[in-house]
């Protein structure tokens, strides 16, 4: 496997922000996506980008507020707004070697070990 690695996770206030970075090293993948696991939950899906197209999704919760993007060399970030203690958790970066079902954890090849992100009240 590919070793992906996330950073930017930190501790903020309500409606702070955070921008996460996920790093692939040695390959392009055909897409990037980012999990989260709060607490005690499962684990989710958060937003998924494709490196060709560019074609973007977003869980309902993300949507106006977080933003995926690519940046150069294998990067990719996922800006995140207005944030809310809810949105507390391990963030996971995650790689398709071709472009699936965006939100299906077992079509995912490579996961990053994550970043904790805490949002206080």
């Known amino acids: 496997q590919v070793p992906l690695v996330e950073s930017g996770g930190g501790s903020v206030q309500t409606g702070g922000s955070l921008r996460l970075s996920c790093a692939a090293s040695?390959?392009?993948?055909?897409?990037y996506a980012w999990f989260r696991q709060a607490p005690g939950k499962e684990r989710e899906f958060v937003a998924r980008?494709?490196?060709?197209?560019?074609?973007i999704f977003y869980a309902d919760f993300a949507k106006g507020r977080f933003t995926i993007s690519r940046g150069i060399k294998n990067i990719v970030y996922l800006q995140m707004n207005s944030l809310k203690p809810e949105d507390t958790g391990v963030y996971y970066c995650?790689?398709?070697?071709?472009?699936?079902?965006?939100?299906?954890?077992?079509?995912?090849?490579?996961w990053g070990q994550g970043t904790q992100v805490t949002v206080s009240s």
């Open positions: 980008i494709t490196w060709g197209g560019g074609s």
């Open positions: 040695g390959r392009t993948w055909s897409s």
């Open positions: 995650a790689t398709q070697s071709y472009v699936g079902t965006y939100n299906d954890e077992g079509q995912y090849d490579s």
